[in-house]
């Protein structure tokens, strides 16, 4: 082959790659399209006030949980560091701490209609 022919081919075979490139970019966006749509399959929809509203409501459930915790059941460890700092060690008393699972049944029973009609084990809920 010839100079010319060479550079012919070699402009030929870019453009190719640019064409296959876009073409690979255009199906990693519909792939990623699609794998979001198939995530969401059969998720209840809800609006975004909705939305808003239970992430506020669970927010206040944890803050009053929070709220109600004995600051004497709290352990904390100091100890002195090289340049005379005092440094938090650890804190203990906080492994029995849970938000309240009631007032937040409470919040979702008051957004959704739940089904109570089968519970994880398959019996009847009453």
């Given at each position: ?15 190719n ?50 709220g ?10 100091f100890?002195?560091d ?45």
């Amino acid at each position: 082959m010839d100079k010319e022919a060479l550079k012919l081919k070699v402009a030929t075979l870019a453009a190719n790659l640019e064409v296959k490139s876009d073409e690979r970019n255009t199906a990693a966006v519909q792939l990623e399209t699609a794998k979001n749509e198939l995530r969401d399959v059969g998720k209840p929809v809800i609006t975004e006030d909705v939305a808003n509203e239970i992430v506020s409501r669970v927010c206040n459930a944890f803050c009053e949980s929070l709220g109600n915790i004995d600051s004497d059941d709290i352990e904390i460890d100091f100890s002195m560091d090289y340049d005379n700092r005092v440094i938090v060690d650890g804190i203990n008393g906080f492994d029995d701490i849970d938000a309240d699972e009631d007032s937040i049944m409470e919040i979702l029973i008051d957004t959704f209609n739940i089904d109570h009609s089968n519970g994880e084990d398959g019996n009847d809920i009453d």
